[in-house]
């Protein structure tokens, strides 16, 4: 992804041209490495984005809308003080480096104005956004280094800002064609000619230096020609910002279209800097988000799964060795019925099995320190707890195996989850389930999420809708349903719950197989060569009392065994 020296001058023209003599409205942080600064002027509204992240550092302009934390972070409260209402007096890129410096003028806490800045680097994985003073101070930063991160170059309030460090390389702006026939007679006689390119030219990245490579042809002069005309680009700001997609996804993006990447990679055009990066990151940054957040609930769900797991295993076990206990009830009843032949202190005794018909002699173990009535009671008192074990075991087992499958529904609806809001409509079920707390210690009531099912239609055109998670399953079959449509699920397995509206018609064996391979797509069985998929009328599905969400029973229902959809 080339955020390189060029595209941002590239950006930064667009940025001057656009947001000049701008004043900053309002000031929000998003995300942790993410400042958006809300602009005006009399042309217009713009958001602009400015996000470090080490994946993808990136400054563009949006229209669109944000979800923003309550409690904004220090940081955030810290340009919320120094840059609210200040005007926007320049945007320039020092020095063609990898960053962008926006100048500001604002008053200060006496009233007088003053100069602030906003340093945006954008070198990697060391991205960083700095608030600087008029005199070059460190006012603040979004990324701490101290000097045993960085000793040649620690960013920290109170320091005086330095410059990255740039390494040692030809001006391509102050190039010569003599000396672009040297350079390219250099490359041409070395075994990796682009990569030379980049080792010896400033701002020239190495997608760009591969193109350089490729259009020259393995030919001196042409290759000179192309850096010169390189040279030319940047200095007169003749750009084409262009995206670059193979297939149905972008791959990178440039000031430039390219050629060496081959026919199946298409150059798009576009119609700004801004434009293309937004477009370039929007779809990629939301998936970024969708997993950083998908992630850590699948990881909490998956630890949530295996201690019910363990715990369904070790109360198995406790109930095996409850059911046993009838071996206790008959040693008691033995030392009972030949206690008058069993000696005090005894730790072993034979004794006769009236119980049995054949009269067996067998061998009791007894505790030496008890008396013989008394071992038989502790047998009796044994037996009585684990018989009151069993019934409770029975029903904590139920209720873990209720607990359990709820889990592996809420780890299903992760797993195909396709957007961040789908994954936080899971998240506010999750709290208000309590699988997991809120940060906030007075947490503000939020609106409900969109009830927005996944819609199909059948062979025979009849409605169909498929929750995305267990709030969506609950709304969908118990409210959204009709008594007379058709409620399918997977089989004894979690998955979504699907509902084939009807509408007063009889559906067609196609409907009902359709309807029940988006169930199994929708579920765990999706894998599986053959489902099983129950189905019933919406009216012979109820709610337990007290059930999690999602959960239900049903009855007068029949099975089909149909091959998943994929979706």
Not at 297 to 313: D, I
Not at 401 to 418: G, H, K, T
Not at 532 to 558: E, F, N, Q, S
Request: proline letters at 5%.
């Amino acid at each position: 992804m080339s955020m390189d020296a060029i595209t941002i001058d590239g950006l930064c023209r667009q940025l001057q041209q656009e947001l000049s003599d701008s004043r900053v409205d309002k000031i929000f942080m998003p995300r942790r490495e993410e400042v958006i600064l809300s602009l005006r002027s009399r042309r217009g509204a713009w958001k602009l984005v400015i996000s470090c992240s080490g994946a993808g550092g990136r400054v563009y302009l949006t229209g669109k809308k944000t979800e923003n934390p309550d409690a904004p972070p220090m940081f955030c409260m810290l340009l919320r003080k120094h840059l609210t209402a200040a005007r926007l007096l320049e945007v320039s890129q020092p020095e063609h480096e990898r960053m962008l410096l926006f100048r500001f003028s604002a008053y200060d806490d006496f009233g007088e104005l003053s100069e602030k800045s906003l340093a945006v680097e954008l070198t990697g994985r060391r991205n960083n956004l700095i608030l600087l003073s008029g005199d070059g101070t460190i006012l603040g930063c979004l990324k701490k280094v101290d000097s045993e991160m960085s000793p040649q170059r620690p960013i920290l309030p109170g320091l005086h800002y330095r410059m990255p460090p740039r390494p040692v390389r030809r001006s391509l702006l102050a190039l010569t064609e003599e000396e672009a026939r040297a350079l390219a007679k250099k490359a041409l006689s070395q075994e990796e000619g682009a990569k030379a390119l980049t080792g010896e030219l400033d701002l020239v990245s190495p997608l760009i230096a591969r193109e350089l490579w490729h259009r020259g042809g393995g030919r001196e002069e042409a290759l000179a020609a192309e850096i010169m005309d390189l040279s030319r680009r940047v200095q007169e700001g003749d750009y084409q910002p262009t995206l670059l997609r193979r297939g149905e996804e972008y791959v990178d993006f440039s000031f430039m279209p390219m050629s060496h990447l081959g026919e199946d990679t298409q150059n798009l055009p576009q119609e700004g800097f801004s434009q293309m990066i937004e477009r370039f990151y929007g779809e990629r940054a939301s998936e970024e988000r969708r997993k950083s957040v998908s992630s850590a609930l699948e990881k909490r769900m998956a630890n949530q799964e295996s201690r019910l797991v363990r715990k369904l295993a070790n109360q198995r076990n406790d109930l095996l060795r409850a059911e046993k206990r009838e071996d206790l009830k008959r040693r008691a009843d033995l030392i009972m019925a030949n206690i008058h032949m069993i000696p005090q202190g005894a730790e072993k005794v034979t004794v006769t099995d009236y119980f049995s018909p054949d009269l067996p002699q067998v061998e009791l173990e007894l505790d030496g320190d008890k008396t013989p009535q008394q071992n038989a009671q502790a047998l009796f008192k044994e037996y009585t707890r684990m018989k009151n074990a069993q019934q409770a075991l029975e029903e904590q087992i139920v209720q873990g195996e209720q607990e359990l499958e709820y889990v592996q529904s809420v780890q299903l609806a992760l797993q195909q989850a396709r957007d961040i809001k789908e994954v936080n409509a899971i998240r506010e079920e999750l709290l208000e389930s309590g699988y997991l707390r809120s940060k906030e210690k007075h947490p503000k009531k939020k609106k409900p999420a969109v009830f927005q099912p996944r819609e199909y239609t059948s062979p025979s055109g009849l409605r169909i809708l498929c929750g995305r998670n267990n709030r969506e399953n609950d709304q969908l079959t118990l409210r959204t349903a009709g008594k007379n449509d058709l409620w399918f699920h997977s089989q004894k397995a979690p998955g979504s719950h699907v509902i084939l509206f009807t509408q007063g018609q009889t559906p067609t064996g196609e409907d009902l197989e359709y309807a029940a391979r988006i169930a199994a797509g929708h579920s765990r069985l999706a894998k599986q060569s053959l489902a099983p998929i129950d189905y019933a009328l919406a009216r012979h599905v109820k709610k337990p009392a007290g059930a999690k969400p999602g959960m239900v029973i049903y009855t007068d229902y029949k099975t089909l065994f149909v091959r998943p959809l994929e979706d």
